[in-house]
């Protein structure tokens, strides 16, 4: 093992010597090379994690068996364990869990041999970007120690920042290899912390359900990453037979689906409590219901033959989720949540029928998932909804609750009634201001995530990241050990499917070349 | 686009002007007309429900910003949102959600060509009954200014009630178009709530897990239309080769199984609280280990070969779900869930054995999945053993929890004891006197389910309603694009595979007609 | 049916008559009454259980109706039906039962042609399983009645105790008849429940997660079994081609994994509160993130070709949560339960990758799933860190918490302070002592389950139970009626495919001579 440790260590510094030319080594080595790298940069990542984690990282004090208030008794002020903070969030933090590892990862395998790199890079991404999650949304929170305390609430932030780096992943899917997957998630997490930060401490925009943080950021940084991938067109007009389903990988696909809808009220009610969480819950619920209605009938108004397509089905019947995310706690009335749900649905459909061909062709932006259609417009969407609910909220609607939703509109000076909660103090805004806040947010979104994501996608494509080949998309061959099938029943054609295999493999270094030019 | 719905529309005009004569246009030309037309209606079935929310919904007091009760401080009379009806329903709601869409819609996977429609049907029945059965479900508990309050409870409802359409959907599998389903699940949810309001508030009889409500209810409606969809003989001695499983097809209907199962006792304890629910996870979990380990058995033992058939372990472990689900927070004692499980699983495996061929060859009822072993059988099992739990129900047994359960055997005057809850005024019943009101339920729910089933056959047989032809049946290519798994890889073969897909579609027309006269 | 059930009762007297010489028999007809033979041991047992479960089990207080504590009101002494057992454990316990049922079910389908059986048996398996754990488990903790009281915790604790069988099933995948995993299992929960008793009451050991008593105990248990199984050379010498995944296969079992990976915090935190619930969650859930990309990372490093093993992702992805089991209240801290992630990950595959073929070569044990990767050396691990972090807790790390994880560690004498629950009376161990003690606990549960795992062995491996032939191992034909997929297009080789079932059951009767030899 060292041995071979070794030689890699060599021939990787050989090759930097060299800077690029690799006339030295055939193309097989080159692969092995690259793919051994893979690894240990992957297992560096995860060191360099762990260095954050030990220097920034304590338990929450209803965590923490050293905080004196978990022994001493409520009377004499200590907690009360029966409403320690995993009580509250547990159910809805699971919930979310599944979305993120069960959900997304199912949701990707719809490609018919790219089945293991979806669920699989889905899993190895996620598993990182939480524990980097933690981290980034931790350092805007840093205690009177600069210590991040760890909670239950931390775990589930870092699920619902991970679904933006998941949804960009969609935008590239199969398109690039796990390290650049990797590199992107590390630099989006930043940025997504960052807005966030910006969006909720200084414009103090309410987005319960995370549609314009997590979703808008999540699609249009994947789509300027994409941009960026395949702006080469050479690379995009490669015919890639692979780009498309199968009969079983579509039925996996629907796992993901099934529980992506199943579990998005969590999703949008987690972060929220009382009668919030329990209107996010209802509203989800009704959007994603007619959401799904609506994306089946455009689905066969709108569809050659009027069949129904597999991925309006997977993506468009999710679109509710999303349209409704901003709103999810506001008083959008159960009716009003229908309706959202209706245009979610018909849009996300119309944006797979009509639009994505169009930006794939015209402005050069491949779209592997059509995040565009189940995260760009309908986030968009959910910004501009929740502007409009901001711009007609009312005491009168919402009493106290008016304050916990927007805590800019609560008065600059405590008024003592007796409420839920402690008085807030505010900035008194205006229910307009409110709603000029909340567009801000989108267009900073917006912004952030398309300059970000073109940064990121020129990053990603710089020579020390490991890449993939145009040739090589949308095959798990790539970076996966397939099972032998053919071992079984020796067939005829063995000597044939081995030259198949090795088709795949040889071309790599050739595009890369290509693309570096 | 405008332009192709224009002229869609003048030619479904045209068609209804000749009233059923098609003799002017070509038949892929009608099926192109009948699919577009089956997506307009379920547009418009969605909007007609948007109408009626619009109508008739609010949110409940406690998901209701506007309700002062959730600002004022619980010491002042308001809500303890600590206690806020999320808190005690979600984690169940949730639990009950999960089998719903992913536990029916997988378990209905086995067919071979037919998983799409089995888990997408499922998906958008599912979606549009909930919101159907919020409004059914809320016409009989209308508040003081006629609206429906909505909250994690009604959602709750809306998915239990759900799930007899999807019982009634398991009998039909394969048989019919999803506009019939959609005009039956409307039909059905009306009759289910109508029957349970009858049964709740009138015979006031317990039944916790819906055994009578939802599962009697779904298997026998879903047998009276299948009876009506296939008293044609011609159309049910039509051999179809696609009546059948793959390997890869049963192990995704497992998934529907093990979900099922998994989740069966928040199903039975979602709407009872405190020892009750905890007496219905108990006996629920009690008696679906046992019926699994003896539908296993009784498989091995009646099966020819003596090896496990995939029906029986896909369903009939389910059964003791379904047959302890009306007495599951009645006190059966452990073992007595334990029996109950036995009984229903030798009960369900021995009516896949020896009862469904009979049925299906004599009566003439086609059950695609067996529902009448899964729902049927155990539900009207479920609803004798509530009736023998009821007619032995003692004060001593009980205490306060007897009227809790069973609110009409309370006195008919107040009693002021140390009791849990606010004292019940019921109807003075006596145990055998209740006992025969849950008798008079289940007799009641089985004659209106096979009534209105029959009706409810003949009205989607009904030339307005979108039909399918026998030749059809049991396939995915009627109504989904799927995937050109040729693409990849063409075979000599492509143009006999496009002939097969042709034979798919022509004959629908013929035997329509046939069926019509 | 009575007809055919005589003429198997006699044949199998007879059959017992001649003592095992199957002279005047076919093969296929002793076939056919072994397999007529295990469908009445299957019911048999549970008519057994049964009988236990109405001799010994009573619903506990806050679930019995019965129990006047559910009536009287919480002032004058009655429970507080909102804190019932069922509010604060169903959550939870439901996590875990998804984690037996869909997790080690479809983690068991990776193999191509045993499908069924993965999923079937750990469903037939378990269900037995979770009965006869409840009395093991209860026959520990007898009321004063010596009555078994059944709660939600009986029902959490009896999932965990199935899941050491599943393990060690785990280890015989594709081996064994479901009769030998039935024996294995009875006797398996009770060594596991005795052993448990033996830790928690005597050693007074901390093992929140059960790493200790679960997954040791299951791990080297089965590899026990699986010793005695293969130590015939010539049995596993023979070449099996079925011993492999397919890529439909490898995603089903990622369905597994998945869900496994998703709820293991519940699993480790499902039998602690308050704060020490909150911690396991945290720690779980890094651990399990670091663990999944440091097992991508080594999996990439240690692999021919850099590619990635789907039998590593599958499985080692989850041994950060077996090795932060014991551990996980403890205050190992964030970044301890990322470094214990890392250490396990990279354990597991280096296990899979180097120490499993030596195992399977040298010592002759085979390991189908490589339990020992997974389970038995992380579980050790475990173990250890317990040990650790017992040497180093003190009282001003965990204050009154120290004597909830370590009730031996409290005074002899009971102190009164102002402190979380009633005043714990303990053994006054020293920290040093109490490590010792965890140390004892894994060398006595090594011990106890290698021991009975062998003994184990020679029990199924004796002629009363069913047992299989080496050339039907793996092979879902033996047990199970599998689709006729031919049925449908009917092929050319139909007369060689029939051929081809006849030959998985000929051979039965001659190996399982040559074993009984």
Chains 1, 2, 3 share one sequence.
Not at 26 to 44: C, D, M, Y
Not at 161 to 175: D, E, N, P, R, T
Not at 255 to 268: A, D, E, K, V
Request: aromatic share 10%; with cysteine; proline share 4%.
């Amino acid at each position: 093992m060292i041995k071979r440790l070794q030689k890699n260590m060599y021939e990787i510094a050989f090759q930097i010597r060299r800077e690029g030319s690799y006339t030295s080594l055939t193309r097989p080595e080159i692969r092995n090379i690259e793919q051994f790298s893979a690894g240990l940069i992957l297992l560096f990542a995860q060191l360099i994690v762990l260095v954050f984690l030990i220097a920034f990282t304590v338990y929450a004090p209803d965590a923490d068996a050293s905080d004196l208030h978990n022994t001493i008794h409520p009377v004499y002020g200590g907690f009360d364990q029966k409403f320690n903070r995993i009580v509250k969030y547990h159910n809805l933090f699971q919930d979310v869990h599944v979305m993120i590892f069960a959900g997304f990862g199912f949701l990707m395998t719809f490609l018919r041999k790219y089945g293991f790199s979806a669920v699989g890079f889905n899993f190895l991404l996620a598993a990182m970007m939480i524990q980097w999650a933690i981290l980034c949304n931790g350092f805007f929170n840093l205690d009177e120690n600069t210590k991040i305390p760890l909670s239950i609430e931390s775990l589930l932030k870092a699920d619902v920042a991970s679904a933006a780096v998941l949804i960009s992943m969609g935008a590239l899917l199969g398109k690039t290899s796990y390290i650049q997957l990797l590199v992107m998630g590390v630099i989006e997490i930043a940025v997504f912390s960052s807005n966030m930060y910006l969006g909720s401490e200084f414009f103090k925009v309410s987005d319960a359900g995370g549609s314009i943080f997590v979703h808008v950021m999540g699609a249009y940084f994947g789509l300027g990453v994409s941009y960026v991938l395949c702006r080469n067109k050479k690379g995009s007009e490669v015919q890639n037979t692979l780009e498309g389903s199968s009969y079983t990988s579509d039925l996996f696909a629907m796992i993901g689906t099934i529980f992506l809808w199943m579990f998005w009220p969590s999703f949008n009610a987690g972060e929220v409590e009382g009668d919030d969480r329990h209107r996010a819950v209802i509203n989800t619920y009704l959007a994603l219901a007619s959401c799904c209605v609506t994306a089946f009938a455009v689905s066969a108004i709108f569809t050659p033959g009027h069949k129904f397509d597999m991925v309006h089905i997977q993506n468009s019947t999710l679109a509710g989720g999303v349209a409704v995310g901003t709103a999810a706690n506001m008083m959008v009335q159960p009716y009003g949540a229908v309706i959202i749900g209706i245009v979610a649905g018909a849009l996300s459909v119309l944006g797979y029928a009509k639009l994505t061909p169009l930006i794939n062709s015209k402005l050069n932006i491949h779209d592997t998932c059509g995040v565009h259609n189940l995260h760009g417009m309908p986030g968009v969407l959910a910004g501009l909804i929740g502007a409009l609910m901001a711009s007609i909220a009312t005491e009168d609607t919402y009493h106290h609750g008016l304050y916990e939703i927007w805590p800019a509109r609560a008065p600059t000076t405590a008024q003592h009634t007796p409420e839920v909660g402690s008085p807030i103090i505010g900035d008194g805004r205006s229910a307009s201001v409110q709603a000029g806040y909340q567009l801000l947010a989108v267009v900073v979104t917006l912004l952030i995530a398309i300059i970000a994501g073109v940064i990121t996608g020129f990053i990603i494509l710089s020579p020390v990241v490991t890449r993939i080949s145009p040739e090589n998309r949308y095959d798990d061959a790539l970076s996966w050990h397939l099972p032998d099938e053919e071992h079984a029943e020796p067939s005829p054609y063995a000597h044939d499917t081995e030259l198949n295999g090795s088709k795949h493999e040889s071309p790599s270094v050739l595009v890369i070349e290509e693309i570096s030019h």
